[in-house]
């Protein structure tokens, strides 16, 4: 499912998907909307958080471990994963359509990124993670929106 960003309230008040996918620029909305998925993971007793930046070099069969891992400490975990280009190449792609295939339990995925043009969001992986979950979508608050806002 695909959503902009101010419907991510009402979305929640249903109850989390397993998955999530934020894109945008507004860097400050995108912390609002992790923020509140964060506070309902936890009133969910999603109590672990596991973070991970993908970066030149990193190894994507962390994710695949970490996510298949059991906790130490929690029932249920959030797992969180922050893809700052918004390209993950070819072995991020596969694992990010992997995990969006076989989701493990009590395991919430939250993916991070930055704004994804129209190339990037016909991508498999984005197509994957929205299939199986939500895609948030944040726009610039407009200036005729900023006395609301």
């Known amino acids: 499912m695909q959503i902009k960003s101010d419907q991510l309230e009402n979305t ?4 989390l998907s397993p ?6 620029d507004e860097q400050f909305l995108i912390e609002e909307c992790c923020v509140a998925i964060r506070e ?4 969910e007793n999603y109590l672990e958080r596991t ?6 070099g990193f190894d994507w069969d962390r994710i695949r471990s970490e996510s298949h891992s059991l906790s130490l400490f929690a029932q249920r975990r959030l797992l969180e994963i922050h893809l700052p280009t918004g390209k993950p190449g070819d072995a991020g792609a596969k694992c990010l359509v992997d995990l969006s295939q076989h989701l493990p339990q009590d395991t919430l995925i939250l993916v991070i990124t930055s704004k994804l043009d129209s190339h990037n969001k016909q991508a498999k992986w984005v197509k994957a993670l929205a299939t199986a979950g939500v895609m948030v979508t944040v726009y610039p608050v407009e200036a005729r929106a900023l006395p609301s806002w």
């Open 12 to 15: 929640l008040t249903s109850g």
């Open 19 to 24: 998955v999530y996918l934020i894109t945008g």
């Open 40 to 43: 309902k993971a936890k009133l």
């Open 51 to 56: 973070v991970m930046t993908v970066e030149r």
